[in-house]
DNA sequence: ATAGCCTTGAAT
DNA sequence: ATTCAAGGCTAT
């Protein structure tokens, strides 16, 4: 059945975003050497959608019908089974999650960067947190973007150099302990749990640990309900996994030392034609064959994923243009973790 | 699904 | 022998 897709099936065993169960076990460092494992082809996980994203904040004039190559955006009919998610019990309207946000003052609204008409948040959504994390941006007149994200990780290994630092990212509201050296790195990034060793690149909590395995391996593919922004500490992260996931990766979590983008449902037709996983893990780097893989056919559902992109100076969409987009903000990207891989 | 605990295998 | 992170196991 799949016979017919191998040979495109052979050139994605030839990428670097697969998650590999490499057998490989246990290894010391926040940085595994590069194991070359190449594609997966599990995916466990169903519910290969999510299409139900709250109404993404109006930055930018709704996208027309997008269809790359023909390739009609059917993207939004799929909307039905997701995975479970946890009964909007209590979807709190994003103002109150925002409410939670002690200390954070003005972040919230940076969700989406705009430049030159990109938005970018369909990658960071959410950035917020990354922005808190020490995301820094500059943009060149050409339009090229460059970006210099202090990952947790990043930070977390400066403290470390120093063993000195602050408590973690998140204020002790008013406590300031200048000789509290103890308070350190105690702090899961993502939760603010206590912090159980180095797992997948960084200091995190153990539930942390466990939540990011069974999502890299299971490849779930979570949805939120709200505006993908939702506050993540020790009591409430349970309430919302996409956004757990997205500090997962905001915070610099990896896999086999690669960073990872981000974990999108692929359609049926083009995990069949390809020979994918029906849920794919996006890893850096990014090979520009899977840039082009990801603008002829993931595109849409990134876009089903995260909201909207605009193309706003770009015109109508082509693969071109789209192969352009890509290459600029995921590998720019990519190349930038490369630094830390 | 979550999270605490355990086993594993590699590195030192 | 010891340390440690990845992954397995399993009671909630
Ligand atoms: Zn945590
Ligand atoms: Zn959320």
Redesign the pocket.
Known sequence: MISAMDQHASSLAQLNFGLG?PA???????A?PGTGSPVVENGGAGAPNSAGIGPPPPLYEPPPLYSVNGMAAQQHHQQSAQ??QPPPQQAPPPQQQQHHQSQTPPAHNMMSYNFNNIDTSYLFAGAGAANSAGMEVAVSSGGVISYSPQSIGQQQQQQQQQHHGICSNQAPTTADLPDTKECIEELCPVCG?KVS?????LLT???????F??TV??KKVYTCVAERSCHIDKTQ??RC?FC?FQKCLEVGMK?EGKRIFACVPVSKACSSIHGISPNLLVQAPLSSEFCNLLSTHIWTVFQSLYGRICFAHFGRLTTKKLSFCVNNELENRAAVAADFN
């Open positions: 169960s490989g076990h246990g290894n010391g460092g926040g595994v995975q479970q749990d060793g180095y797992h997948y690149g909590c153990e539930s942390c640990k466990g939540f395995k069974r391996q299971n992260r349970k996994p757990r896999l």
